[in-house]
């Protein structure tokens, strides 16, 4: 049997608690450092989690046989961080949004490439079983020709937080929406449909105080003539949802562990019970067999790049009050 993965943190915030709850759950994996530049974080994460902290970025990458890190920090910090984990011949692991531009990303594949280390985008949600069961059930026919689709991810969590921090600087964050849960959605999308054509939003600050995008609208148009309207909002109460429309049913889904089937010339709806699992510990899994060569990423960089860029086209689209034709990086590199 391989030896356990080494792997190590970089990132010791809310999110990076949350993650150990499931990297625990991995087989074949050992958590062997940490490291934040806040002191009494990484302090009080390492007495929480038993992980061992270090000082500095450096002594974290030179740990006696470490093999990879996860990059679970700012999303204006992942370049740099994921550049010169490569550098040091590690292969990474960076949370979503993969950077805080599409030029960003390009380096972080680069560095990668270049390094012949594995480079993988925590896009999770794509990963939720409703969701491949109802790409399953498009691809086998059951709606016939799909037409359109309805996507919508929000979260309260803008009006509860009291605006503090790196993600409510529009600097830092041109639109916090799309890039704390609507890039999921654009994901999901992407794992359905493939890559759009053509990007419509409309981005404003409708709710919380001070200048952080807390909303976006969107229409999106794919190739195999499907189009979808895009709901994201950080300022509305959990929603979770997508309806598939087809020219002989409709399938939907609110909520993880059920699908809903209409067929044609019926009002009703068919339940269609799903498991729920576990999408963090399954992609740190999926990490690890990429690791050691047994698989290619499901949403390596160029995934992480293709959702990027369809964020950049909403956020041009939104500042010119215009559609932007939208040319994938996926199409281009199939």
Known sequence: MDKPLRVALLGTGTWASICVKSLREVSGMELVGCYSPLRAEREAFS????????????????????????????????????????????????????????????????????????????????????????????????????????????????????????????????????????????????????????????????????????????????????????????????????NILGTTGNLFSDTETVVYNQKSRSIEREPIQVEQNNTVRDEFEEFVACCRGEREPETGGSEGLAAMEVMDAMLRSAALKSPVDYVSSIRNNP
């Not at 030179?62 to 590690?90: C, I, K, M, W, Y």
């Open 47 to 242: 007495k929480e989690t038993g992980i061992p902290a270090v000082t500095s970025e450096e002594e974290l990458f030179g740990l006696p046989g470490l093999e990879a890190v996860l990059v679970l920090t700012p999303n204006f910090l992942h370049r740099d961080q994921v550049v010169r984990a490569a550098s040091r011949g590690l292969h990474v692991f960076v949370e979503k949004p993969m950077a805080s531009n599409p030029d960003e990303c390009r380096a972080m594949i680069e560095a990668a490439r270049h390094a012949n280390v594995v480079l993988f985008v925590g896009h999770n949600s794509r990963r939720e079983l409703r969701f491949r069961l109802m790409k399953k059930m498009l691809e086998d026919g059951v709606l016939g020709q799909p037409l359109m689709a309805e996507i919508c991810y929000t979260s309260e969590a803008g009006l509860l937080s009291g605006n503090q921090g790196w993600r409510y600087d529009p600097e830092r964050t041109p639109s916090l929406a799309l890039a704390q849960i609507g890039i999921h959605a654009i994901d999901i999308l992407h794992s359905i449909f493939g890559p759009p054509e053509m990007v419509q939003a409309w981005i404003s600050n409708a709710a919380m105080e001070g200048e952080a995008k807390d909303l976006c609208l969107a229409h999106l148009k794919f190739g195999n003539a499907v189009s979808a309207m895009f709901t994201n909002a950080y300022c509305i109460p959990r929603v979770r949802s997508l």
